[in-house]
């Protein structure tokens, strides 16, 4: 019974990180989902009301109104294409649920953030002709993670997550979404169960397309280990994520769509080496005074998942601003002088 427990220790990946801070995830996404459904809609009704004695500027603000939800609406589909030119700071908050033949009953719950700042520097041309390196570095907080001891008895402990940190370039290929470069494994998890203690290198790329209401594509990584101290009880890493996503724009800066991503670890046994969740988002983008800021809200369920111990679905609150590019001009030139 002992080395089967230990068997089932090892297999358990960090794809599952969760938590048991229920409530401290419940209510900031009430709040926020309050927030996009309610406060964007009163904030413009009680400008309209106060406009209702100006006739002359009343047409006027409406033509505003309309110019404002359609920058808005550019803007949301830019934030959800991997290979724009807008710069941004995605946070996403997670509640989410693991199970698995480790334990008896109920799932474990729990919870991390995800910070990823978007940063497409321009190397080359300007405008449609621009070529880009877009890098996104993807840094997991762990809140509170259920880590095994043994069959049915578990921990609970907190830190941070290795970091992924894929450098895309992008070449201007109009409607047709394309970057390719290598992605990067960092070891910076502050516990041995958060992370693989390695270094890590591999390809990927970002393909899809981009119409006038919809945006579709498909964001892989492929990581294989090339340094680090992982010792006997972490295999060398060999792993897969692929970001599938879709995004139909609706009036006034919504959209609906899905945006699951889809593990496969080479190294784990048989059963234990895929995550595939489907999912589905509400978005809204609106401006907190002169800066836009993009509210998602997702459930995914993972249709397969891993037989020891692996996330059988979640709730994912993201919350996206804005920021001004911190490179203006192409690095590398190219700019027609006028």
């Not at 996403?92 to 109920?106: A, P, R, V, W, Y």
């Not at 047709?176 to 494994?185: A, E, K, N, Q, Y």
């Not at 080496?273 to 002169?290: A, M, Q």
Request: net charge positive; with cysteine.
């Amino acid at each position: 019974m002992h080395t089967r427990e230990e068997n089932l220790h090892r297999e358990v990946r960090t794809l599952s990180r969760t938590g048991a801070k229920k409530v401290c995830y419940v209510w900031p996404m009430i709040l926020a989902t309050t927030f996009i459904l309610f406060g964007a809609t009163a904030h413009g009704q009680q400008n309209q009301s106060g406009q209702q004695n100006l006739s002359g500027q009343q047409n006027l603000s409406g033509q505003q109104d309309v110019s404002s939800q359609q920058d808005l609406s550019e803007i949301a589909k830019e934030i959800t294409n991997p290979v724009s030119n807008v710069w941004s700071l995605f946070t996403e908050f997670d509640l989410f649920f693991s199970d698995g033949n480790i334990k008896t009953g109920g799932s474990k719950v729990g919870g991390r953030m995800i910070f990823q700042p978007v940063m497409p520097f321009p190397l080359y041309g300007q405008e449609r002709r621009q070529w880009k390196l877009i890098t996104r570095p993807t840094i997991p907080v762990i809140f509170s993670q259920p880590v095994p001891k043994g069959f049915n008895d578990f921990t609970n402990l907190g830190g941070l997550g290795d970091t992924q940190l894929p450098l895309l370039v992008s070449p201007p290929t109009g409607n047709w979404l394309f970057g390719v470069g290598p992605t990067c494994l960092l070891p910076t998890a502050t516990r041995r169960q958060f992370g693989r203690q390695q270094w890590g290198a591999g390809p990927a790329f970002v393909a899809g397309y981009k119409a006038k209401n919809w945006i579709a594509g498909v964001f892989p990584q492929y990581t294989w280990r090339i340094a680090g101290w992982n010792g006997k009880d972490k295999p060398d890493a060999s792993y897969l994520s692929i970001l599938y996503f879709y995004a139909y724009s609706l009036p006034k800066a919504w959209q609906i769509g899905f945006n699951p991503t889809i593990n496969y670890d080479a190294k784990a046994t048989s059963g234990n080496k895929w995550n595939v969740p489907v999912g589905l988002f509400v978005s809204r983008t609106t401006k907190i005074g002169k800066m836009p800021v993009k509210y998602v809200l997702s459930v995914e369920y993972s249709v397969v998942s891993q037989h020891a111990f692996g996330q059988r679905a979640q709730v994912k609150l993201s919350i996206v601003p804005v920021i001004p590019s911190l490179v203006k001009k192409a690095i590398l030139g190219g700019s027609k002088s006028k």
